[in-house]
């Protein structure tokens, strides 16, 4: 099994900055792409961004220039900075992780979600 525990969530002022944190721990042979993704209500998850293990980013048009996404292969973390901050931001914030478990077998997992709640 892999899990994955995000953490630093919670609520900002609309310019404001918060950053969020996710580890992979489990029977891990290496991790791949991770990445981050939100739900507001009524609506379908998104993409917000990923990352893959050399570093190569992608964003959603939404967050472009306002959030950065980076990782730290040795402790198998993701983090995303969330600067500038708009309501619209506000949203359940999932943290997913794609790789191969020490068995080879691969593994894709969700972590348990963060909310984001961002006042005007």
């Known amino acids: 099994q892999v899990q994955l525990v995000e953490s630093g969530g919670g609520l900002a002022q609309a310019g404001g900055s918060l950053r969020l944190s996710c580890a992979a721990s489990g029977s891990i042979f290496t991790v791949n792409d991770m990445g981050w993704y939100r739900q507001a209500p009524g609506k379908q998850r998104e993409l917000v961004a990923t990352?893959?293990?050399?570093?190569?980013?992608n964003y959603a048009e939404s967050v472009k220039g306002r959030f950065t996404i980076s990782r730290v292969n040795a402790k198998n973390t993701v983090y995303l900075q969330m600067n500038s901050l708009k309501p619209e931001d506000t949203a359940v914030y999932y943290c997913?992780?794609?790789?191969?478990?020490?068995?080879?077998?691969?593994?894709?997992?969700w972590g348990q979600g963060t909310q984001v709640t961002v006042s005007s």
């Open positions: 990352i893959t293990s050399v570093g190569n980013t």
């Open positions: 997913n992780a794609e790789g191969i478990r020490r068995n080879y077998a691969r593994f894709g997992s």
